[in-house]
């Protein structure tokens, strides 16, 4: 099995490990340090050829990125559908940026509430970019977490994409 298909499995698997277990966004009682931002971006296959365009299911939205991890396509209708009920928009309407895996530096998953505290261990995760209207949204998710609009992020988002070797 070549490296790049070993990847994309063990993103699969890390998605469906992580959707089962979903809990409460605003549940976050294992808090202990205060740092919010994002360390590390790892592991992002292309769905799509540079510049060509797909839909990412047949009432979601339209992708336009080739930073699309498909693994990640639950997580992305999540996202959508939540855009679209919260902006009571049409969910065509929506773009997906970009949905890549990412590994976050502590439990506040890149979104840290000011004067909370967070547990200071890696966490496993993604962050989903949508734009509508010309202006963009990002989800985050991790651990036991399923995608929740952050609207005030952390640091700005440092480290690596990756391909897959």
Request: with cysteine; hydrophobic share 40%.
């Amino acid at each position: 099995m070549r490296a790049s298909s070993m990847l994309r499995a063990a993103a699969v698997m890390f998605i469906g490990t992580l959707a089962a277990g979903c809990a409460d966004p605003a549940d976050d009682s294992s808090a202990t340090s205060a740092a919010g931002d994002i360390s590390t971006v790892a592991v992002s296959a292309p769905l799509t050829e540079a510049g060509t365009t797909m839909t990412t299911s047949a009432t979601t939205s339209e992708t336009t990125s080739s930073e699309i991890d498909p693994g990640l396509q639950p997580y992305i209708d999540i996202a959508v559908d939540d855009l679209a009920t919260r902006l009571a928009a049409d969910v065509g309407g929506i773009t997906v940026v970009s949905a890549t895996l990412v590994v976050w530096p502590d439990s506040a998953l890149g979104c840290p509430a000011p004067g909370q505290e967070y547990a200071t261990v890696a966490t496993d995760g993604a962050l989903i970019i949508l734009e509508l209207d010309g202006t963009e949204y990002r989800y985050h998710a991790g651990g036991s977490r399923a995608p929740f609009l952050c609207e005030k992020p952390g640091k700005s988002l440092t480290g690596t994409v990756s391909t897959g070797l």
